[in-house]
C-alpha cells in the first residue's frame, strides 16, 4: 500500500504604521506604509513596500462657506490614493517540483516526474486606487447627496502565463505586463420628504456607472493574448463575427469576413471583427418608505442597463429544426421567397444545410446580443401595528400584521424568461408573497 503526505509552509509579515492629522475637524490627512513579505516569492523578490494618502476637508465648518450659503448643513471633499500588493497565487511555484510516479517501481525504485516549469522571478502584483468625491447635506442634512470617482489600475498581474503545447505545460506562473484599468462614478441621493408628527416620508436613489478597460499591453501582437483581449477593451470582451443580414437571395444570414467580404461560414479567428462589451452600462436602485401613524410601507425599483444573449440564440435550435422548443413569435418574421428583406433566415429541416451552418454562426455574431435592460419592483413591504391603547387593553406588548412580496413587477423589452439571470435554462426570480401576523406578549 501507497501513502502520500502533502504539507505547505506559507508564511506572510508586515510591518506596517500610520499617521492622523485632524485639524480643528476641518482638516483631515492619514497616512499609511507598509512593507510586506511573502513565501510565494522566491529569493529577492518576496519583499514590497506599499502605502496610501487620504484627505478630506470639511469646509461647511469655514464660516465664509456657512454664511454664503446658508442652505448648506454638510459639505465635504475627500481624496484618496493608495497601493497594494497581491500574492495570491500557489505556493512554491517559483521552484522546480517534483511528484512521484505510481505503479510498480522499475527495478525496485520509484520514478520522478516534473510537476511544473519554474519561474524565479514573478514578483508582487500591484493595485493602485485612486479615488476622489464630494458629500453635500442641505436643509439641516434632510437632503444627503454624495458623488465619487474611482479609478483602478492593475499591473504587473500574477497570471497563468499561456504556452505551446510542445512546452510541456499549459502554463507558467509569470508577471503578465499589461495594464487594466476599472473607473466608475457611484452617485447616491437621499431624502427626508416629509417628517411630521404622524406621517414620515423618505426616498434613496444610488447610480452606479463604471468601465473596464486594457489600457496597454507591451508586444501584444506577439502574445498568446493577442486573439483574446483588445487593447482599449474591457478584459471580458467578446470578439465575435459581424451579422450583415439575411441574403434577400438565399435567405441565409450572412457574416462579414476580415477581407470585407460576405459569407454564411467565416472560417477564421480573425473574422471576428466585432467587439461586444457585456458589462452593464450603468445600476442601481430606487427606495421609498412611508409612515403613517401605525402604517408603514416600503419599496424597492431596482434598474440596469444591458445587453443580453438572444433567446433563440441561447437554445441552439433553428427554427424549422425538430426540437422540443417553444419559439418566440418573432421567427415568423423570417424570409420565405426570393426578394424578401426580412431580419430571420429562412426555416430549415436540414441539419447539415446552409441555413443551419449559418444560424450556428449567428449564435456567435453580434446580433446575438439585445438589449436586455429592465427595471423591477424587486421588494415591497406593508405592515401596520395595533395602537399602544390596544395593546395594553388586551395585555401584549406588540401586534404587528404584515404582508411582504418579492420580484411583483419587472418591465423589460427582453423576450427571455428574465433578464437578471439570462439563462434559457433557469427560470427566472420567483415571486413571493408572504404574509403573517406578530405578537409579542
Known amino acids: 500500500t501507497q501513502y502520500s503526505v502533502t504539507n505547505k509552509d506559507y508564511k506572510y509579515n508586515a510591518l506596517f504604521g500610520r499617521v492622523e492629522l485632524n485639524w480643528a475637524d476641518k482638516y483631515l490627512v492619514n497616512l499609511n506604509a507598509?512593507?510586506?513579505?511573502s513565501s510565494r516569492f522566491g529569493p529577492g523578490n518576496q519583499f514590497g513596500n506599499f502605502g496610501s494618502v487620504g484627505a478630506a476637508w470639511i469646509f461647511t465648518k469655514e464660516n465664509v462657506v456657512a454664511k454664503a450659503i446658508p442652505l448648506l448643513s454638510f459639505g465635504k471633499l475627500r481624496g484618496s490614493y493608495g497601493t497594494s500588493g497581491n500574492d495570491q497565487i500557489g505556493d512554491y511555484q517559483y521552484l522546480s517540483l517534483y511528484n512521484f510516479t505510481t505503479g510498480v517501481p522499475y527495478q525496485g525504485a520509484t520514478g520522478t516526474y516534473p510537476a511544473n516549469l519554474n519561474n524565479p522571478n514573478y514578483s508582487w502584483e500591484i493595485n493602485r486606487k485612486l479615488e476622489g468625491g464630494i458629500e453635500l447635506g442641505f436643509l439641516k442634512d434632510r437632503i444627503l447627496f454624495s458623488a465619487s470617482y474611482y479609478r483602478n489600475r492593475s499591473s504587473n498581474e500574477l497570471v497563468g502565463y499561456s504556452l505551446p503545447d510542445i512546452a510541456g505545460f499549459t502554463a507558467v506562473t509569470e508577471n503578465l505586463p499589461a495594464l487594466v484599468q476599472n473607473t466608475?462614478?457611484?452617485?447616491?441621493?437621499?431624502t427626508v420628504n416629509i417628517n411630521s408628527k404622524n406621517y414620515r416620508w423618505t426616498s434613496s436613489i444610488n447610480l452606479t456607472i463604471s468601465r473596464n478597460k486594457l489600457v496597454s499591453f507591451p508586444n501584444f501582437e506577439n502574445s498568446p493574448y493577442q486573439y483574446t483581449y483588445v487593447i482599449g477593451q474591457p478584459l471580458n470582451v467578446m470578439k465575435t463575427y459581424h451579422m450583415i443580414g439575411v441574403n434577400d437571395t438565399t435567405g441565409v444570414y450572412e457574416f462579414a469576413n476580415n477581407k470585407g467580404g460576405a459569407t454564411y461560414t467565416p472560417a477564421y479567428t480573425t473574422d471576428r471583427i466585432a467587439?461586444?462589451?457585456?458589462?452593464?452600462?450603468?445600476?442601481g436602485g430606487f427606495q421609498n418608505a412611508f409612515s403613517y401613524k401605525g402604517f408603514t410601507l416600503d419599496f424597492l425599483f431596482q434598474f440596469k442597463k444591458?445587453?443580453?444573449?438572444?433567446?433563440?440564440?441561447?437554445?441552439?435550435?433553428?427554427p424549422g429544426v425538430s426540437g422540443y422548443y417553444n419559439m418566440p413569435s418573432y421567427v415568423l418574421n423570417r424570409w420565405q421567397k426570393p426578394g424578401d428583406n426580412k431580419p430571420i433566415e429562412r426555416f430549415t429541416q436540414n441539419y447539415g444545410g446552409n441555413g443551419y451552418a449559418a444560424y450556428t454562426i449567428a449564435?456567435?455574431?453580434?446580433?446575438?446580443?439585445?438589449?436586455?435592460?429592465?427595471?423591477?419592483l424587486k421588494n415591497v413591504s406593508i405592515s401596520y401595528t395595533l395602537a399602544a391603547s390596544w395593546m395594553k387593553a388586551v395585555h401584549i406588548q406588540n401586534c404587528r400584521?404584515?404582508?411582504?412580496?418579492?420580484?411583483?413587477?419587472t418591465i423589460t423589452r427582453y423576450a427571455g424568461f428574465d433578464p437578471e439571470n439570462l439563462n434559457v435554462n433557469s427560470l427566472?426570480?420567483?415571486?413571493?408573497i408572504t404574509g403573517g401576523i406578530e405578537i409579542i406578549l
Not at 312 to 318: D, E, F, G, I, R
Open 34 to 37: 507598509r512593507r510586506d513579505g
Open 184 to 190: 466608475g462614478w457611484e452617485f447616491v441621493l437621499n
Open 401 to 409: 400584521i404584515y404582508v411582504q412580496c418579492q420580484n411583483l413587477l
Open 363 to 376: 449564435s456567435t455574431s453580434d446580433a446575438a446580443y439585445v438589449d436586455a435592460s429592465f427595471i423591477r
Open 428 to 432: 427566472p426570480p420567483l415571486r413571493i
Open 306 to 318: 444591458q445587453i443580453g444573449i438572444q433567446p433563440m440564440l441561447q437554445l441552439n435550435v433553428p
Open 275 to 283: 467587439n461586444i462589451d457585456p458589462n452593464p452600462k450603468y445600476y
